[in-house]
């Protein structure tokens, strides 16, 4: 028997909260300069991401297909061999329900995150994305799913040109 639970324990901290200071809040802004390289085989993969691709390397060491792509390979310790396109669909090999936003306040309508392991992909290859058009409660292990993707023109070769994955809604 499972019961659910309707109200979280708890106080949230609202906005009069802390201008009022009834909490302890420290404010703290530093500068962050530094400068990253995606490399090439996460370039590769941001590119594609901008044509609605996804891409992974092969190795021919442990006849796995990574995804995200990298050119060593953390099996067998050799250079990955070759690009191979992906399908932009998968399945949900584990997810969570999320009902509070990253500043700890909560949210009025949940979101789901989860692992999708990629098609054409070695098993357990996949990304970590949000879910969407579907409602928590529908949600599976094992479920079906497709890339959908920001409209030609707004791509701009980040993980976020994929707007979210939902379930498979026609044959692939």
């Known amino acids: ?16 909260d802390v201008r009022s200071q009834k909490y302890l809040l420290t404010k703290y802004q ?17 590119r594609g991401l901008k044509e609605k691709e996804l891409w992974g390397r092969e ?12 050119m060593y390979c953390e099996s067998c310790y ?20 999320a009902h509070v936003n990253s500043d700890a306040s909560r949210r009025s309508e949940p979101i789901l995150l989860a692992v999708m392991e990629i098609e054409g992909a070695s098993p357990l290859m996949g990304i970590l994305h949000l ?9 599976r292990i094992g479920m079906k799913v497709e890339a959908v993707w ?11 040109d994929i707007l ?9």
């Open 1 to 16: 028997m499972s019961s659910k639970i309707s109200v979280y324990p708890g106080v949230e901290i609202t906005t009069e």
């Open 30 to 46: 530093t500068g962050l300069n530094y400068a990253w390289s995606s490399g090439v085989a996460m370039g590769r993969f941001l």
């Open 164 to 172: 979210h994955f939902r379930p498979m809604t026609r044959s692939r």
């Open 59 to 70: 190795c021919d060491g442990c006849q796995r297909i990574l995804v995200p792509p990298r």
């Open 78 to 97: 050799r250079p990955t061999d070759r690009w191979s396109r992906l399908r932009d669909a998968g399945k949900v090999v584990t997810y969570s329900i």
């Open 131 to 139: 879910l969407g058009e579907v409602p928590p409660e529908k949600v």
């Open 150 to 160: 920001r409209p030609d023109g707004e791509r701009t070769g980040a993980i976020t």
